[in-house]
Structure formats: C-alpha cells, structure tokens
C-alpha cells in the first residue's frame, strides 16, 4: 500500500484542521493505520490509531478530546481532525499503515508510511 498525507498548514491556537491520508494499492480496511508527529528537533510520536477492524481507536494523552481519527472506506482514507490546535501540536504528521492489531502505538509495528505534512500552530 501506498499513503499519501495531506491538509497541513499554518493555523491560529485554538483552530482546527482535518489531515488527510489517502490509500493506494491497498485498502485502509485490511490495515490497521496510525498518524505520528515529529515536533522540531524532537523524536517522531505516536499521536492516534485505528484498528483495522474500525472499532478501536487510541489516542496519546496529550490529544484527547482534541483529535478524532476516522476511516472513510469509499474514498480509502483515513483522516485526523484536529480541534483546539495548540502551539506544541507544531509538528510535521505522518500517517502509516499496519499489519498489527496490537501495540499500534508503537512505530515498529508499522510496514508501510506516507511523506509527511507540516502543521504549524502559531499566532
């Protein structure tokens, strides 16, 4: 499978985005599929995940109440809609896909990623 991450951008704190990862030779229902965020001169985070199965959904902390991860199946995409969006959410985004249905807040669990996209959160 192929992933193709979108809808970052510059946004005011307390705004909101929806990103975007569209599948490709593949499709998001045979995968169980993550968003991760590298901040500036960070490591790269786990932030949400959803279980192939479309019924499970993990959030780091710092994220909930905040973000929602979603799975369109007719458009084979996955989305991340951000809410509130503070500037520590300043990051670049990736999504990525997973034969795994088990410990999907860990990058190593992950067989396939996508480029990422720039989302900063600033006044």
């Avoid at 959030?59 to 500037?87: E, W």
Wanted: with cysteine; proline share 3%; aromatic share 12%.
């Amino acid at each position: 499978v192929q992933l193709q991450a979108s809808g970052g951008g510059l946004v005011q704190p307390g705004g909101s985005l929806i990103l975007s990862c569209v599948a490709s030779e593949g499709s998001v229902t045979d995968y169980s599929m993550g968003w991760f965020r590298q901040p500036p001169g960070k490591e790269r985070e786990f932030v949400s995940a959803l279980h192939w199965g479309g019924y499970e959904k993990i959030y780091t902390d710092s994220v909930k109440g905040r973000f929602t991860i979603s799975r369109q199946n007719a458009k084979n995409t996955v989305y991340l809609r951000m809410n509130n969006l503070k500037p520590e959410d300043t990051a670049v985004y990736f999504c990525a896909a997973s034969h795994s249905s088990a410990d999907l807040d860990l990058e190593y669990e992950y067989d396939y990623w996508g480029q990422g996209t720039q989302v900063t959160v600033s006044s």
